[in-house]
């Protein structure tokens, strides 16, 4: 499907946030770039900083750059979080469908400012990933505030899943289906939970950032004229870059 180029840009309480629908516009829906390919493009297209990508698998593992070695033979550790301390450095997360989610500080009591770029898709979710990362980050980093930006994803309406699915989380997170074998699921209900809990256990205060100068951010990737969506076929992804400033 043809993909109308469109490009989220926000800057919020030392985060610069980028997110790229529909980019890769002298490809179709059935062509992909490899990571080493993505990786040159979002540097060179759009001059990021030092762009870090991962092989996504809808697993819990957690990078941080400040002190994981990569282990691999490849340039991108296998993981579906990452995070740094780094303003030089660029977190990219792929998705179309999963849940963009990116959690940072830089207002805590050792004066460190944090990133944390997350892929939640429903396995990920239910796997306690955003919890790991924070405790990550918890181990170095004593902090009294953070803020979350959750980017453009499958809405409740459209996210019908089975039992093997639902009968994970809290039956407050879904509807009813007009086939009794399905419920609609609310992903970002339950992130934001998530996070609220965990912080809750630090006393840590929360602020949510909404633009509101952009539809685009809290849209659905399914019939959606510029974002990627799994679930229609696409081959290509959309992509969040996060970034200290």
Same mark, same amino acid.
């Given at each position: 499907?043809? /993909? ?6 926000? $800057? ?5 946030? $980028? ?5 890769? /516009? ?12 993505? $990786? ?20 819990? *593992? ?11 033979? =490849?340039?991108?550790?296998? %993981? ?6 780094? !303003?030089? +450095? ?25 990133? #944390? %770029? ?5 396995? !990920?979710?239910?796997?306690?990933? #955003?919890?790991?990362?924070? =405790? $990550?980050? %918890? /181990? ?23 039992? *093997? ?6 039956? /407050? ?7 009794? =074998? ?6 970002? !209900? #339950?992130? #934001? ?8 256990i630090k006393n840590a205060s929360i602020s949510h950032f909404m633009p509101q100068d952009s539809t685009i951010d809290t849209g659905s990737t399914?019939?959606?004229?510029? +974002?990627? !969506?799994?679930?229609?076929? *696409? ?11």
């Amino acid at each position: 499907m043809t /993909k109308k180029k469109k490009l989220i840009h926000h $800057k919020n309480n030392g985060l610069e946030i $980028k997110f790229f629908a529909g980019y890769a /516009k002298g490809l179709n829906a059935k062509q992909t770039l490899s990571l080493e390919q993505e $990786k040159l493009f979002l540097e060179n297209s759009f001059l990021a900083k030092k762009v870090q990508l991962l092989h996504q698998v809808h697993g819990n *593992d957690v990078i941080d750059y400040d002190y994981d070695t990569l282990k691999s033979s =490849t340039n991108f550790y296998t %993981a579906d979080a990452h995070l740094t301390t780094n !303003s030089d +450095i660029s977190l990219g997360i792929r998705i179309a469908d999963c849940v963009p989610v990116t959690i940072w500080s830089n207002e805590n009591k050792s004066s460190k400012p944090f990133v #944390i %770029a997350l892929h939640c898709g429903w396995q !990920s979710i239910h796997k306690n990933i #955003i919890s790991k990362a924070l =405790t $990550k980050v %918890a /181990k170095s980093i004593q902090f009294d505030k953070v803020n979350y930006w959750i980017g453009p994803h499958i809405q409740q309406n459209r996210f019908e899943v089975h039992q *093997d699915v639902f009968s994970h989380f809290d039956k /407050k997170f879904y509807l009813s289906h007009q086939d009794k =074998t399905k419920k609609y699921i609310n992903l970002k !209900s #339950i992130i #934001i939970e998530q996070i609220i809990d965990y912080c809750k256990i630090k006393n840590a205060s929360i602020s949510h950032f909404m633009p509101q100068d952009s539809t685009i951010d809290t849209g659905s990737t399914l019939h959606n004229g510029y +974002i990627y !969506s799994h679930r229609l076929g *696409d081959k290509q992804r959309n992509v969040m870059l996060v970034s200290l400033l």
